[in-house]
């Protein structure tokens, strides 16, 4: 049973660019998390989707930062004209039913 | 008040030794909590989910106090390879609930 499959692993994006991370959940989890984990940081939450909807964006930035879950597909976290406070590792995780959460190994985005 | 406290550590100790470490969370509504385990900025891995009851498992043993909103963890016979970052967890007041709140962590680091 393959786990949170994360990709790229390593972007990297000049300033003003668009980075698209993705994540595919573990099979059989409908629920998809999104965490950003800053230098020196903890991580934190981001978003949290449910095939074609998102259920709850309270730690999404208000601007450049999107995410969907489509019905086919994985899901994607859209970051528009990147700048270098966006530079840190984003993590996916999957839940079978929103409460244990397994992590994908994670997009470390570097903006030059 | 951060939302979820840990000593940062670093905890230096040798082979065989016992280790506790210590966790406070702000939110008295949270209802889920976590031991995660980091390895060198890869994914937080789960280690083990805590119940108010306590809970053990092999070498590791977790207690959760409500009351006093306090989390612990006890490592018996340390090992080279628990050595790591510790990570206590607790879902957050997000709109869903369902989103993790992590501690900046506490490392580890068991030598021979």
């Known amino acids: 049973n393959a786990g949170v499959m994360q990709n790229p692993r390593h972007l990297v994006r000049r300033r003003g660019q668009e980075a698209r991370l993705r994540c595919s959940p573990m099979?059989?989890?409908?629920?998809v998390y999104w965490y950003r984990q800053l230098p020196e940081e903890g991580l934190k939450f981001m978003v949290y989707?449910?095939?074609?909807?998102?259920?709850?964006e309270s730690g999404m930035p208000k601007e450049r930062f999107s995410a969907e879950f489509p019905k086919e597909g994985p899901s994607i976290l859209r970051i528009q004209q990147v700048v270098r406070g966006d530079s840190a590792a984003y993590f996916c995780?999957?839940?079978?039913?929103?409460?244990?959460?397994?992590f994908g190994p994670g997009t470390r985005l570097t903006v030059t | 008040r951060k939302e979820v406290e840990q000593d940062p550590g670093p905890f230096n100790v040798p082979e065989g030794a016992t280790v506790a470490f210590n966790c406070t969370y702000s939110?008295?509504?949270?209802?889920?909590f976590f031991w995660y385990r980091q390895d060198c900025r890869k994914e937080p891995k789960l280690l083990m989910s805590?119940?108010?009851s306590g809970n053990e498992d092999g070498r590791f043993t977790a207690q959760l106090n409500r009351a006093s909103q306090y989390i612990s963890l006890l490592i018996r016979d340390s090992k080279l390879s628990d050595s790591a970052t510790y990570l206590c967890?607790?879902?957050?007041?997000?709109?869903?609930?369902?989103?993790?709140?992590f501690g900046k962590g506490t490392t580890l680091s068991v030598s021979s």
């Open positions: 099979k059989g989890h409908s629920h």
């Open positions: 989707l449910q095939k074609e909807n998102i259920i709850d």
């Open positions: 939110n008295s509504a949270s209802q889920s």
């Open positions: 995780a999957s839940s079978p039913e929103g409460k244990e959460q397994y």
């Open positions: 805590v119940y108010s």
């Open positions: 967890v607790v879902n957050g007041p997000t709109q869903a609930g369902t989103a993790l709140i």
